[in-house]
């Protein structure tokens, strides 16, 4: 209690001094402790980023079979289109920020390549009627070209939108120049339903090349059964029919013995 009582006085006699001391002993504790306990890295990868999504849905032609009929055509504005084809995107926001208007630095492009040219875009689902409006006001076409000059998509917003063409697109380039973005995440989902329509039929005909080699063992060791089976009936059968023929020879000895004996 007395030594207690001692370093109570000394530091009301040297509050300077405790302050001082405390000070050092919290910033020597701190110290230690970060080296225990190591702080994470402070990486890009620490801040949310910035993801723009751009799938294809579907692609088709809007005539499946070709008529001879010269009186049948199909018209766009009064002129014929020939070979009409369908394309259904969606572009969403997929990031952990918003991709404001002024992040743009040029339009997001969407080039139809091998196409003769984008007939119309017409937007069929937005997340907002905001959305619905910028890009009704933003979408423009030249050429196999449709461009997004600028759009404001907040986080999980998105636009759905068909693209009518002039034939078919041999391939689907999508460019952009978007602050804080270096490149698009793109997914092609009639891509990925082939591919597993594909995978599936492997799998079918890895399974039915797997079965019938399986039914064929089962087959031949059931014919190998069989034919043991048969051999085993057919030696059992000769075993027994000798176990006849040497009990029918013993009783006839016998028969042959008892007169004898009765001689006697």
Excluded at 213 to 232: G, N
């Amino acid at each position: 209690m007395k030594t207690i009582k001692r370093v109570k006085q000394w530091c009301r006699d040297h509050i300077g001094s405790s302050l001082l001391a405390t000070a050092l002993l919290g910033w020597f504790v701190s110290w230690g402790m970060s080296w225990i306990i190591p702080s994470p890295n402070v990486s890009v990868g620490n801040f949310p980023q910035k993801e723009l999504t751009c799938t294809l849905n579907s692609g088709f032609p809007l005539v499946l079979q070709v008529t001879e009929d010269e009186d049948f055509q199909i018209l766009f504005q009064g002129k014929e289109v020939e070979e009409p084809w369908i394309y259904n995107i969606t572009i969403e926001n997929t990031g952990e920020q918003p991709i404001l208007n002024e992040d743009f630095a040029k339009p997001l492009t969407i080039d139809f390549e091998e196409s003769t040219s984008v007939i119309k875009a017409t937007i069929i689902e937005a997340s907002n009627d905001d959305l619905w409006n910028e890009f009704r006001e933003k979408a423009s076409i030249d050429g196999a070209v449709l461009s997004i000059n600028d759009i404001l998509l907040n986080q999980g917003e998105s636009i759905t939108f068909n693209v009518f063409t002039e034939g078919a697109a041999g391939n689907i380039n999508y460019d952009q120049r978007t602050v804080g973005l270096s490149k698009l995440t793109l997914k092609n989902v009639t891509k990925e339903r082939n591919d597993l329509l594909v995978s599936l039929k492997k799998s079918t005909t890895i399974g039915a090349i797997l079965l019938t080699i399986v039914a064929f063992v089962l087959v031949i060791l059931a014919v190998r059964f069989m034919v043991a089976a048969r051999k085993l009936k057919l030696e059992l059968d000769k075993n027994i029919l000798k176990y006849y023929e040497l009990k029918e020879a013993l009783t006839a000895e016998e028969t042959e013995n008892e007169p004898e004996c009765q001689c006697k």
